[in-house]
């Protein structure tokens, strides 16, 4: 058993900063990418940033600039650093992982998702 578990979200006004982070437990062998996507009401989950195992990064134009994504290998957590939000930022954020578990299954795994909302 593999869990994602995301923390961080929350609403903010537009202008600054939050950190949303995502833990990864249970039977792991070993993590590949780590990643960040998002979904808007009405649209579809789309990719925020990709961060590999050796900390080669990608990011959505949208918020090249803004934002950064990082990992803690020895934690099993990927971070992303959000600064200079906009309204637009708002959607639900959903941590993904590539992981292999210690009974040799290679998965995609999901965390259940934090709210960011970015308003005045």
């Known amino acids: 058993q593999v869990q994602l578990v995301e923390s961080g979200g929350g609403l903010v006004q537009p202008g600054g900063s939050l950190r949303l982070s995502c833990a990864a437990s249970g039977s792991i062998y070993s993590i590949y990418s780590m990643a960040w996507y998002r979904q808007a009401p009405g649209k579809e989950r789309d990719l925020v940033a990709v961060?590999?195992?050796?900390?080669?990064?990608n990011y959505a134009d949208s918020v090249k600039g803004r934002f950064t994504i990082s990992r803690d290998n020895a934690k099993n957590t990927v971070y992303l650093q959000m600064t200079s939000l906009k309204p637009e930022d708002t959607a639900v954020y959903y941590c993904?992982?590539?992981?292999?578990?210690?009974?040799?299954?290679?998965?995609?795994?999901w965390g259940q998702g934090t709210q960011v909302t970015v308003s005045s």
């Open positions: 961060i590999s195992s050796g900390g080669g990064t």
């Open positions: 993904n992982a590539d992981i292999r578990t210690t009974r040799g299954f290679r998965n995609d795994y």
